[in-house]
């Protein structure tokens, strides 16, 4: 079965500052995806990054890059120069297997600061 | 560029009614997923298809059922609604397979509220 861990709750940044979400998550499959999804106050989820799980290097989307530990099972969410607008829900998950369910975690509570 | 459409975004049940949330998609996607996101919570996944025909139960499927007669359409019925059914309601969809041209990424659409009194 998969699982998705997150043990950050809540979390605050100062603008301009670097922040970094943690993920742990455990899977038997050896073809898997992991992903960062963003839900702001209107609820809607957004895709902020994605990682192969066959791809060694990390990858990263403009102010948002991960840190994929594979062996570790570690997929953390390094975002820099923070802006207001990142302030947000951010949920890791994992999708995986023959049925490619998407497994969330509990989510991060980002509060960015002026 | 409709995407994931749902409907209704609020409703108010009153305890043992029965309604049913709808969630269409123009992207032809075979698999649709249905989650529940309580207060504060991640999603939980209640159901999930992997094409027109095929469903199976995710992680809270208790007190739900869906059907999936079309490749656009994966509505979620909720039979004597409870109290603890209040939450928010995602229907998402996605290609399949993680293989090719396929990113792995699910669309969602915008949630519907629910509340059960």
């Known amino acids: 079965a998969q699982t998705v861990t997150q043990s950050q709750p809540e979390m605050s940044v100062q603008e301009a500052e670097t922040v970094t979400l943690s993920c742990t998550y455990d899977?038997?499959?050896?073809?898997?995806?992991l992903f960062w999804y963003k839900q702001p106050p209107s609820r809607q989820m957004i895709l902020v990054i994605r990682?192969?799980?066959?791809?060694?290097q990390n990858a990263t989307e403009n102010r948002f890059s991960v840190n994929f530990q594979k062996a570790a099972k570690s997929f953390s969410l390094k975002i820099s120069d923070s802006q207001l607008g990142d302030t947000a829900m951010y949920f890791c998950?994992?999708?995986?297997?023959?049925?490619?369910?998407?497994?969330f975690g509990t989510g991060t509570l980002l509060a960015v600061q002026p | 560029n409709a995407g994931v459409t749902q409907t209704p975004k609020f409703r108010i049940l009153k305890i043992g009614q029965s309604m049913t949330l709808q969630c269409t998609q123009d992207?032809?996607?075979?698999?649709m997923y249905w989650y529940r996101q309580d207060p504060g919570m991640g999603l939980k996944l209640i159901y999930y298809?992997?094409?027109?025909?095929?469903?199976d139960k995710g992680e809270v499927p208790n007190g739900y059922n869906v059907s999936r007669s079309t490749t656009e359409d994966f509505p979620l019925r909720l039979e004597l609604a409870a109290p603890s059914q209040t939450s928010v309601y995602f229907c998402?969809?996605?290609?399949?397979?993680?293989?090719?041209?396929?990113?792995?990424?699910?669309?969602f659409g915008e949630g519907s509220r629910l509340t059960v009194l």
């Open positions: 998950a994992s999708r995986g297997g023959a049925t490619n369910k998407l497994i």
């Open positions: 899977t038997s499959e050896n073809n898997y995806y």
């Open positions: 990682q192969e799980a066959y791809k060694q």
């Open positions: 992207m032809n996607h075979n698999y």
């Open positions: 298809s992997v094409g027109a025909g095929i469903t």
């Open positions: 998402a969809s996605s290609y399949p397979g993680l293989a090719g041209d396929n990113t792995g990424e699910l669309f």
